[in-house]
């Protein structure tokens, strides 16, 4: 089945090739200090640049006066929109946002000037006396509101960024025959991706436009966007992706690149602009805040026989990607099981709260918290095991999703649900013993030594889609270069796809070495200099640029061959590379790869596509939109303090498939970073928003998961051959935060019978309603 | 105003064109030291962790001025002669690192953790290291990390 299967292996295995527990190659830089992110650069003349941002959800803007701004000592110059030299309006997939605002400011903290000086301090008090005159308008901070009739358009089509209809089967017909009707209404907070490295980049004017570094995810879609609104032809924007200090979704719009661009060019001097926490939180855009409510109709044995939702979507300000975020919403919105008929609509809305759009699991976990909620209330209502139940309905290879899509892949839902349940549960405290407090809900805060506390467990399961997906033409590009180093043979290779932290440049290396049998490998620099690599998000860049190498490697291992035979003779079809050499079937050396290269190197560019087309639905939200599916389960098991609310996990349990493992060692760091972020919006996270206005933009404030708050985590992985993939491969990134969000819900559900229809879960919702 | 100290072992001065400047951004932008990174400006995070006077300090918190003096050590002054730290290496080898920004602040408040406690338990080293905050790994492989870490330096590998 698998395409690496139909032609003999040419080469042989290698150590640190595909399937190793291979090193990070930057790791001993980031461990001593030394890695260059994007916030570390500088150059000489350097300037800081500073962005004024408005106070207001909604205002119109009357004036603006930068004349105070511009005298403060040591301010080069100060920006408007009259300045922006192209397009005033950016966006991933609509552009609607204005680069610098001019007549409306439609968020909190949406820019409207520029400062640059000669002193970070200096440029954040110029911008302090740049006086904007606005006239503030009532905000519409609910997407219900957002969608009534007599709402105010935010934008020119209206407040409708997306709606998404998914209508298949008979739901009336199915809900006249169902014996056991649930129905739910949830709620899921606002997440921020909190990814550690502030938006920080540094902008240098060349002789022809501008060189940008920046940590980003996608450099050739800020290409498109910067050269855009610079007025200025693509290859005059150079852009090189700097050390990105992590992303999950936040780096997919703009946040500094044209604000530093525009200074610069400007000035003719480079501008570094670094945000501070404060500034990233306004910076880029959040997971949607989502309202779902779900009716869900089964048969006396459990088996689902309809699913309805509406579910809204909160997209803020401007569009971003919420239109692929209510895709993948609809269309995993009934979750990973068999169900006939369906009535699935998902919207997604402008409102004045701030713009909203990828982040890790994109859509798909906040339909999984809906629907894993709704098979628990289900299997209560039916007196099951709720892990029966689920396994009842399990999708597998051959069902089809609501959207009419046939699963050709592997879809393995019953088996990690068996195989999480037959993991051991962590043992149950010793009532006779003393509990070491670091292991209890409040931990140091010294809050109970065991009184009050209850254990609880739950279960949950979420799929997601893979790659870019309703047609978009998904593709990656690479570059590999084989040449010779002091009689060693040494590959390049050269993509455009940002490593943000997952490991890409990791498998990159182990694929060209497993492909060309050379150890020495180097992943340059990903620049613009090479075709597109696509985002660095959608868990796809294994699959996408992995397969770039993959057949970039192999149009060079055809052209190593060549020459060998050209010049010594074999015949072809016995060749093989290993340890640096072309060797015959029997082992028996041909050519060193470096006497091959050594006076012209082999030098291959390809682009991969994966074999499959996706599609865009039709208006009954049918159609083959997706390219393949990842599949995860999780277990959790909590301790709650019901007195108090509080909360300690005290294990997460999961079983993923991800096809074939290329990296385990990265595969595992995926996994259990994934579930603490899932943690994260299950327990703690949410940026609040009140009026539109965002109430905690810092770290004191918006708490993300520590070291004490995440518990161990029990993985285990299966490998199950994604047909379509190169090595059988799959996404890995995303699956671990869907369902262990919902998971960890289910537990807290069991250990207080509390509904618990909303993440994070306050210890109000565990306590007041105890009360009550 | 002018600042005199001794960072990673060497006398360094800088000029402060302002007083308000923190030891993060005097150690960052004045010394080319780009190892202490700043992700919260408010020490919650623990990405700027350095040693002053062998103190685990977040040198977001501390001004440049009171600094004066004073011996500094930073990731940059852990390893020596190019080989690295057991807890570098240790780091490296779990695959605790991903994006990495947080990497040099848990090196060092690792390093400082094993400095008073040569076998931490797994509670101990998750309450001396609850002031750094990693986005990427789950902290799974952090504590696999100090673990192998602590058994390097134990064994005077």
């Known amino acids: 089945m698998s395409p690496t299967t139909t032609a003999p292996p040419r080469t042989a295995p290698v150590e640190r090739g595909v399937g190793a527990r291979v090193r990070r190659p930057d790791a001993r830089l980031k461990v001593t200090g030394e890695f260059d992110y994007s916030s570390d650069l500088s150059a000489d003349g350097v300037l800081w640049g500073a962005t004024v941002r408005s106070p207001h959800p909604h205002a119109r803007i009357r004036s603006i006066d930068t004349t105070r701004a511009r005298a403060v000592p040591g301010v080069s110059t100060v920006l408007t929109h009259a300045d922006v030299p192209g397009a005033k309006c950016y966006g991933l997939k609509v552009a609607d946002q204005p680069v610098l605002a001019w007549d409306v400011v439609r968020y909190h903290g949406e820019p409207v000037a520029l400062v640059a000086a000669d002193h970070p301090e200096t440029a954040r008090r110029a911008a302090a006396e740049v006086i904007v005159d606005y006239e503030p308008l009532p905000p519409i901070v609910d997407s219900e509101d957002a969608l009534a009739d007599a709402a105010p358009p935010l934008h020119p089509d209206g407040n409708v960024v997306k709606h998404v209809h998914i209508e298949r089967g008979d739901v009336a017909g199915a809900a006249a025959r169902a014996e056991v009707i649930v129905r739910g209404e949830y709620e899921v907070g606002m997440q921020d991706q909190a990814f550690l490295g502030p938006e920080s980049g540094l902008a240098i004017p060349t ?37 990105v200090g992590g992303a999950f979704g936040g780096r997919e719009d703009l946040s500094m690149q044209v604000h530093a661009s525009m200074l610069a060019l400007h000035t003719g001097r480079p501008v570094k602009i670094v945000y501070g926490r404060e500034e990233s939180f306004f910076g880029h855009v959040h997971r949607h805040p989502a309202r779902l409510a779900y009716e869900h109709g089964a048969d006396a044995d459990g088996r689902l026989v309809y699913v309805k939702c509406r579910t809204l979507l909160d997209g803020g300000a401007y569009a971003s990607k919420s239109g692929a975020v209510c895709m993948v919403a609809a269309g995993t919105a009934a979750g990973p099981y068999v169900v006939p008929n369906v009535t ?18 994109f859509g798909a976990v906040q339909s999984c918290f809906a629907y894993e909620a709704q098979m628990d209330k289900l299997a209560a209502a039916l007196g099951l095991d709720p892990v029966e139940l689920r396994r009842r309905n399990a999708l597998e290879t051959g069902g089809e999703l609501p959207t009419g899509q046939r699963l050709d892949g592997p879809a393995p839902v019953a088996e990690l649900l068996e195989r999480l349940q037959a993991m051991p549960l962590p043992p149950e405290p ?83 070495r497993a492909e060309l049998g050379i150890d020495r490998v180097v992943v340059l620099p990903a620049d613009t200099d090479v075709g597109s690599a696509g985002c660095t998000a959608g868990s796809r860049q ?18 190593l061959l060549r020459r060998a035979v050209e010049r010594h003779g074999a015949h072809d079809s016995t060749l093989l590379l290993r340890d640096g050499a072309v060797v015959s079937e029997n082992g028996e050396l041909l050519a060193t790869v470096a006497d091959l290269v050594v006076d012209d190197p082999v030098e291959e560019t390809r682009e991969y596509r994966p074999p499959r087309r996706t599609e865009p639905l039709d208006e009954n939200g049918q159609g083959n939109s997706f390219l393949s599916f990842g599949f995860a389960a999780h277990r959790a098991v909590v301790d709650v303090d019901v007195e108090l609310g509080l909360v300690r996990v005290v294990e997460i349990a999961t079983v993923q498939d991800v096809g074939r493992a290329i990296n385990p060692l990265s595969v595992e ?30 770290f004191t404030d918006y708490l993300i998961p520590t070291i004490l708050d995440m518990p161990p985590v029990r993985s285990q992985i299966l490998e199950l051959p994604q047909p379509l993939a190169p090595y059988g491969l799959n996404g890995v990134g995303e699956p671990p935060t869907i369902a262990s969000t919902p998971a960890i819900v289910s537990a807290l559900r069991a250990a207080t019978d509390q509904p618990l229809t909303r993440v994070p879960v306050r210890p109000d919702d565990i306590v007041g309603a105890m009360a009550g | 105003m002018r600042l005199t100290c001794t960072v990673n072992g060497e006398r360094r001065e800088a000029d402060c064109a302002w007083e308000g400047e923190s030891l993060l951004y005097v150690l960052r932008e004045r010394m080319g030291l780009w190892g202490a990174k700043n992700a919260c400006e408010q020490g919650e995070c623990g990405s700027c962790s350095v040693y002053l006077d062998g103190t685990l300090v977040c040198s977001c918190l501390v001004l ?94």
Not at chain 1, 475 to 494: D, K, L, M, W
Not at chain 1, 543 to 559: D, F, I, M, Q
Not at chain 2, 126 to 132: D, I, Q, S, W, Y
């Open chain 1, 542 to 559: 294994t699959w996408l640029t992995g397969g770039a190498v993959k057949s970039a490697c192999e149009a060079v291992r055809a052209e």
């Open chain 1, 430 to 512: 010793d009532p006779d013993r003393a509990r070491d407090i670091r292991e209890l809900p409040g931990g140091v805060s010294n809050t109970t030594h065991g009184e009050g506390v209850r254990r609880g467990v739950g279960y949950a399961v979420g799929f997601k889609n893979v790659g870019m997906g309703g047609g978009v033409d998904d593709y990656s590009t690479a570059r590999i270069r084989v040449c010779e180093q002091n009689g060693e043979p040494e590959v390049a290779v050269h993509t455009a796809a940002c490593e943000v932290g997952q490991g890409g440049i990791t498998i990159q290396a182990q694929i060209a």
């Open chain 1, 207 to 243: 002789d022809f436009g501008v060189e940008l570094h920046v940590a980003t995810q996608w450099l050739h879609d800020d290409q498109r966007q910067l050269a855009a609104c610079l007025g200025l032809p693509e290859h005059a924007v150079r852009i090189v992706c700097a050390g």
């Open chain 1, 344 to 361: 699935l609509d998902v919207y997604a809305t402008y409102t004045n709260n701030p713009p909203c759009g990828a982040m890790r699991g």
């Open chain 1, 669 to 698: 760091g995926q996994i259990e970073g994934g579930i603490a972020q899932g943690l994260g919006l299950a327990l703690m996270e949410q940026v609040q928003v009140r009026d539109g206005i965002v109430l905690n933009p810092s």
């Open chain 2, 64 to 157: 440049a001025s009171q600094a004066d003096g004073a011996e500094v050590r930073t990731v940059e002054g852990l390893a020596e002669d190019g080989e690295l730290h057991p807890v570098q290496e240790a780091f490296v080898a779990a695959g605790a690192v991903q994006c990495g920004f947080c990497t040099p602040g848990l090196v060092v408040a690792t390093h400082d953790l094993l400095e008073r406690s040569p076998r931490p338990s797994d509670a101990e080293i998750r309450e001396a290291l609850a002031g750094n905050l990693c986005r990427c790994t789950g902290y799974e492989k952090i504590i696999d990390a100090v673990k192998d870490a602590a058994t390097r330096l134990g064994s005077g590998d």
